[in-house]
T-cell receptor, first 113, second 112 residues
Framework: DAGITQSPRHKVTETGTPVTLRCHQTENHRYMYWYRQDPGHGLRLIHYSYGVKDTDKGEVSDGYSVSRSKTEDFLLTLESATSSQTSVYFC????????????FGNGTRLTVT | EDQVTQSPEALRLQEGESSSLNCSYTVSGLRGLFWYRQDPGKGPEFLFTLYSAGEEKEKERLKATLTKKESFLHITAPKPEDSATYLCAVQAGQPNNNDMRFGAGTRLTVKP
Protein backbone atom coordinates (compact mmCIF):
# COMPACT_ATOMS: atom_id res chain seq x y z
CA ASP A 1 0.00 0.00 0.00
CA ALA A 2 1.09 3.52 -0.77
CA GLY A 3 1.92 5.29 2.48
CA ILE A 4 -1.25 7.35 2.86
CA THR A 5 -3.01 7.77 6.18
CA GLN A 6 -6.32 9.56 6.58
CA SER A 7 -7.68 10.68 9.92
CA PRO A 8 -10.15 10.35 11.39
CA ARG A 9 -11.60 7.27 9.66
CA HIS A 10 -15.11 8.09 10.86
CA LYS A 11 -16.65 11.30 12.13
CA VAL A 12 -20.15 12.43 13.05
CA THR A 13 -20.70 16.15 13.42
CA GLU A 14 -23.55 18.62 13.63
CA THR A 15 -24.64 21.08 10.98
CA GLY A 16 -22.78 24.36 11.25
CA THR A 17 -19.68 23.04 12.99
CA PRO A 18 -16.20 23.24 11.45
CA VAL A 19 -14.51 19.98 10.51
CA THR A 20 -10.93 19.25 9.45
CA LEU A 21 -9.82 16.04 7.78
CA ARG A 22 -6.17 15.14 7.56
CA CYS A 23 -4.17 13.30 4.94
CA HIS A 24 -0.59 12.26 5.64
CA GLN A 25 1.75 10.68 3.09
CA THR A 26 5.17 9.10 3.46
CA GLU A 27 5.93 8.87 -0.29
CA ASN A 28 7.23 12.43 -0.74
CA HIS A 29 4.90 12.87 -3.72
CA ARG A 30 4.36 16.37 -5.05
CA TYR A 31 0.67 16.08 -5.90
CA MET A 32 -2.12 15.51 -3.38
CA TYR A 33 -5.87 15.46 -3.95
CA TRP A 34 -9.14 15.41 -2.04
CA TYR A 35 -12.10 13.58 -3.58
CA ARG A 36 -15.57 12.84 -2.31
CA GLN A 37 -17.51 9.71 -3.21
CA ASP A 38 -21.30 9.54 -3.13
CA PRO A 39 -23.68 6.76 -4.24
CA GLY A 40 -24.51 7.05 -7.93
CA HIS A 41 -21.68 9.48 -8.53
CA GLY A 42 -18.10 8.85 -9.41
CA LEU A 43 -15.33 10.22 -7.30
CA ARG A 44 -15.38 14.01 -7.63
CA LEU A 45 -12.39 16.26 -7.15
CA ILE A 46 -12.71 18.87 -4.39
CA HIS A 47 -9.24 20.47 -4.28
CA TYR A 48 -5.73 19.48 -5.16
CA SER A 49 -2.22 20.59 -4.34
CA TYR A 50 0.83 20.69 -6.60
CA GLY A 51 3.30 21.68 -3.92
CA VAL A 52 3.66 23.22 -0.49
CA LYS A 53 1.25 26.15 -0.26
CA ASP A 54 0.19 25.60 -3.89
CA THR A 55 -3.43 24.54 -4.20
CA ASP A 56 -6.26 24.82 -6.69
CA LYS A 57 -9.98 24.15 -6.89
CA GLY A 58 -11.63 21.08 -8.32
CA GLU A 59 -15.10 20.33 -9.61
CA VAL A 60 -16.94 20.57 -6.25
CA SER A 61 -14.93 23.03 -4.16
CA ASP A 62 -17.75 25.20 -2.74
CA GLY A 63 -17.87 24.97 1.05
CA TYR A 64 -14.38 23.46 1.32
CA SER A 65 -10.91 24.87 1.87
CA VAL A 66 -7.51 23.19 1.96
CA SER A 67 -4.04 23.84 3.26
CA ARG A 68 -0.65 22.29 2.70
CA SER A 69 2.14 23.59 4.90
CA LYS A 70 4.36 20.51 4.52
CA THR A 71 4.91 18.07 1.67
CA GLU A 72 3.49 15.21 3.68
CA ASP A 73 0.28 16.79 5.00
CA PHE A 74 -2.84 17.99 3.18
CA LEU A 75 -5.79 19.23 5.23
CA LEU A 76 -9.39 19.56 4.09
CA THR A 77 -11.61 21.92 6.09
CA LEU A 78 -15.36 22.28 6.04
CA GLU A 79 -15.83 25.73 7.56
CA SER A 80 -19.50 25.15 8.43
CA ALA A 81 -20.63 21.60 7.73
CA THR A 82 -23.93 20.97 5.96
CA SER A 83 -25.90 17.75 5.48
CA SER A 84 -25.01 17.79 1.77
CA GLN A 85 -21.39 17.27 2.80
CA THR A 86 -22.18 13.88 4.29
CA SER A 87 -19.95 11.66 2.19
CA VAL A 88 -16.85 9.49 2.08
CA TYR A 89 -13.74 11.57 1.54
CA PHE A 90 -10.64 10.15 -0.10
CA CYS A 91 -7.17 11.58 -0.22
CA UNK A 92 -4.95 10.61 -3.15
CA UNK A 93 -1.36 11.22 -4.17
CA UNK A 94 0.61 11.01 -7.39
CA UNK A 95 4.20 11.48 -8.37
CA UNK A 96 3.37 13.56 -11.43
CA UNK A 97 0.46 15.03 -13.34
CA UNK A 98 1.12 13.65 -16.81
CA UNK A 99 -0.51 10.22 -17.17
CA UNK A 100 0.24 9.36 -13.55
CA UNK A 101 -2.16 7.09 -11.66
CA UNK A 102 -3.52 8.19 -8.32
CA UNK A 103 -2.96 6.20 -5.15
CA PHE A 104 -5.68 6.50 -2.56
CA GLY A 105 -6.01 6.39 1.19
CA ASN A 106 -8.78 4.36 2.82
CA GLY A 107 -11.12 7.27 3.27
CA THR A 108 -12.94 9.19 5.98
CA ARG A 109 -16.65 8.61 6.39
CA LEU A 110 -18.22 11.91 7.47
CA THR A 111 -21.80 12.20 8.65
CA VAL A 112 -23.32 15.64 9.20
CA THR A 113 -26.50 15.51 11.29
CA GLU B 1 -18.02 18.53 -20.73
CA ASP B 2 -15.98 15.39 -20.15
CA GLN B 3 -18.13 12.39 -19.30
CA VAL B 4 -17.39 8.85 -18.20
CA THR B 5 -20.19 6.27 -18.12
CA GLN B 6 -19.83 2.74 -16.81
CA SER B 7 -22.16 -0.18 -17.47
CA PRO B 8 -23.69 -2.20 -16.09
CA GLU B 9 -24.12 -0.65 -12.63
CA ALA B 10 -24.05 -4.12 -11.09
CA LEU B 11 -23.12 -7.55 -12.39
CA ARG B 12 -23.56 -10.93 -10.76
CA LEU B 13 -21.58 -13.86 -12.14
CA GLN B 14 -21.07 -17.47 -11.22
CA GLU B 15 -17.52 -18.51 -10.53
CA GLY B 16 -15.90 -19.28 -13.88
CA GLU B 17 -18.43 -17.29 -15.92
CA SER B 18 -16.46 -14.80 -18.02
CA SER B 19 -17.84 -11.34 -18.81
CA SER B 20 -16.92 -7.75 -19.62
CA LEU B 21 -17.42 -4.36 -18.01
CA ASN B 22 -17.80 -1.27 -20.16
CA CYS B 23 -16.49 2.27 -19.74
CA SER B 24 -17.53 4.78 -22.40
CA TYR B 25 -16.08 8.27 -22.45
CA THR B 26 -16.44 11.59 -24.22
CA VAL B 27 -13.41 13.77 -23.62
CA SER B 28 -11.20 16.13 -25.58
CA GLY B 29 -7.62 15.04 -25.79
CA LEU B 30 -7.47 11.75 -23.90
CA ARG B 31 -4.15 11.39 -22.09
CA GLY B 32 -4.89 8.19 -20.26
CA LEU B 33 -7.68 5.85 -19.18
CA PHE B 34 -7.32 4.22 -15.78
CA TRP B 35 -8.96 1.20 -14.18
CA TYR B 36 -9.24 0.82 -10.42
CA ARG B 37 -10.61 -1.84 -8.10
CA GLN B 38 -12.37 -0.77 -4.89
CA ASP B 39 -13.20 -3.11 -2.02
CA PRO B 40 -15.83 -2.13 0.60
CA GLY B 41 -14.44 0.32 3.14
CA LYS B 42 -11.22 0.82 1.20
CA GLY B 43 -9.83 3.33 -1.24
CA PRO B 44 -9.55 2.54 -4.96
CA GLU B 45 -6.56 0.42 -5.93
CA PHE B 46 -4.86 1.13 -9.25
CA LEU B 47 -5.00 -1.66 -11.86
CA PHE B 48 -4.13 -0.38 -15.35
CA THR B 49 -3.42 2.65 -17.49
CA LEU B 50 -4.22 2.65 -21.21
CA TYR B 51 -2.93 5.45 -23.39
CA SER B 52 -4.08 4.88 -26.96
CA ALA B 53 -6.69 3.03 -29.00
CA GLY B 54 -5.75 -0.59 -29.61
CA GLU B 55 -3.72 -0.91 -26.44
CA GLU B 56 -4.31 -3.88 -24.11
CA LYS B 57 -3.10 -4.63 -20.59
CA GLU B 58 -3.43 -7.87 -18.61
CA LYS B 59 -3.18 -8.83 -14.97
CA GLU B 60 -4.13 -12.31 -13.82
CA ARG B 61 -7.81 -12.82 -14.85
CA LEU B 62 -8.27 -9.19 -15.94
CA LYS B 63 -7.65 -7.74 -19.38
CA ALA B 64 -8.30 -4.09 -20.27
CA THR B 65 -8.73 -2.84 -23.83
CA LEU B 66 -9.20 0.62 -25.30
CA THR B 67 -10.90 2.06 -28.38
CA LYS B 68 -11.45 5.69 -29.32
CA LYS B 69 -14.79 5.78 -27.47
CA GLU B 70 -14.70 3.09 -24.81
CA SER B 71 -12.72 0.68 -22.73
CA PHE B 72 -13.58 -2.84 -21.68
CA LEU B 73 -12.44 -4.75 -18.64
CA HIS B 74 -12.67 -8.44 -19.49
CA ILE B 75 -12.80 -10.86 -16.60
CA THR B 76 -11.91 -14.44 -17.52
CA ALA B 77 -13.04 -17.32 -15.29
CA PRO B 78 -13.66 -15.03 -12.29
CA LYS B 79 -13.30 -16.16 -8.71
CA PRO B 80 -15.20 -14.93 -5.64
CA GLU B 81 -12.18 -12.84 -4.64
CA ASP B 82 -12.68 -10.77 -7.81
CA SER B 83 -15.86 -9.37 -6.25
CA ALA B 84 -15.41 -5.60 -5.93
CA THR B 85 -16.44 -2.33 -7.50
CA TYR B 86 -14.45 -1.52 -10.62
CA LEU B 87 -13.94 2.14 -11.48
CA CYS B 88 -12.65 3.70 -14.65
CA ALA B 89 -11.31 7.23 -14.94
CA VAL B 90 -9.89 9.45 -17.65
CA GLN B 91 -7.28 12.17 -17.77
CA ALA B 92 -7.73 14.59 -20.64
CA GLY B 93 -6.74 18.02 -21.84
CA GLN B 94 -3.60 19.93 -21.05
CA PRO B 95 -0.89 18.32 -18.88
CA ASN B 96 -1.44 20.93 -16.18
CA ASN B 97 -5.04 19.80 -15.82
CA ASN B 98 -5.01 17.51 -12.82
CA ASP B 99 -8.63 16.43 -12.98
CA MET B 100 -9.12 12.68 -13.26
CA ARG B 101 -12.79 12.18 -14.16
CA PHE B 102 -14.29 8.99 -12.71
CA GLY B 103 -17.24 6.85 -13.72
CA ALA B 104 -19.73 5.72 -11.07
CA GLY B 105 -18.39 2.16 -11.14
CA THR B 106 -19.60 -1.37 -11.77
CA ARG B 107 -20.26 -3.49 -8.68
CA LEU B 108 -19.19 -7.06 -9.48
CA THR B 109 -20.31 -10.04 -7.40
CA VAL B 110 -18.91 -13.48 -8.16
CA LYS B 111 -20.79 -16.37 -6.55
CA PRO B 112 -19.01 -19.65 -5.78
Amino acid sequence: DAGITQSPRHKVTETGTPVTLRCHQTENHRYMYWYRQDPGHGLRLIHYSYGVKDTDKGEVSDGYSVSRSKTEDFLLTLESATSSQTSVYFCAISGGVYNSPLHFGNGTRLTVT
Amino acid sequence: EDQVTQSPEALRLQEGESSSLNCSYTVSGLRGLFWYRQDPGKGPEFLFTLYSAGEEKEKERLKATLTKKESFLHITAPKPEDSATYLCAVQAGQPNNNDMRFGAGTRLTVKP
